[in-house]
């Protein structure tokens, strides 16, 4: 995956978000990709689920949080010629 590389604009710079997308790519490498030799996803050989999950049903699970809130804005000081 390109993003344990720094090469590319989606290198995580925080390690949050990087464990956050690890996570969702485990998510949907197991539940909704079909692999070419199993002819099911992981989760359904393994037998942990019995249907092919959407995306949707990926962000169905993402709880919405609010925006985090920004300061008051302060204009800045003209510059002096």
């Not at 485990?26 to 050989?45: C, D, E, G, Q, S």
Request: one cysteine or more.
């Amino acid at each position: 995956m390109r993003r344990f590389t720094r090469l590319t604009n989606a290198f995580s710079k925080k390690i949050e978000n990087h464990a956050h997308m690890v996570a969702l790519y485990t998510l949907w490498y197991n539940f909704v990709r079909i692999h070419k030799t199993l002819r099911v996803t992981p989760a359904m050989a393994a037998g942990v689920e019995t249907r092919l999950w959407s995306m949707e049903d990926v962000a169905k699970l993402c709880e919405p949080q609010a925006p985090a809130k920004r300061g008051t804005y302060k204009p800045r000081a003209p510059k002096a010629a």
